[in-house]
């Protein structure tokens, strides 16, 4: 698993993903393949619910597969409620990180199709 020098890159892509959280944790949001030779920065997180009368609880998480696993996942956020029509910053530019080869983001809300997702990014190669 390369983990490519970010001193001396040859590229830095600005990228961003988009979505619906489901009920199901393992769900991939953003993942960075084996053998990319890439590593994703990620420098925003947001999860909008859109829900105008009930609060969302939200999980979004590290897999340590890039195919999406909660098992041996670590929490970025852990059932945060995100109050009906209000947006979560769980990662801003403050709070960024790298995500290396063979992980992914995976998330989940406790009303399926209530919370939507952006994901803003830096693919460093």
Request: hydrophobic content about 40%; glycine content about 4%; some cysteine.
């Amino acid at each position: 698993m390369a983990n490519p020098n970010i001193v001396n890159v040859t590229s830095i892509l600005g990228e961003t993903v988009f979505g619906t959280l489901t009920t199901t944790l393992s769900t991939v949001l953003l993942s960075n393949p084996a053998s990319s030779g890439k590593v994703l920065k990620i420098n925003t997180v947001l999860i909008s619910n859109v829900n105008g009368t009930a609060a969302q609880e939200t999980t979004l998480e590290i897999s340590p597969a890039d195919t999406g696993t909660s098992t041996n996942a670590r929490s970025i956020a852990s059932t945060i409620s995100v109050p009906a029509d209000s947006t979560l910053a769980a990662v801003s530019k403050d709070t960024s990180f790298y995500l290396m080869e063979d992980k992914s983001i995976i998330g989940n809300v406790n009303t399926a199709n209530q919370c939507e997702f952006i994901i803003s990014y830096e693919v460093i190669s």
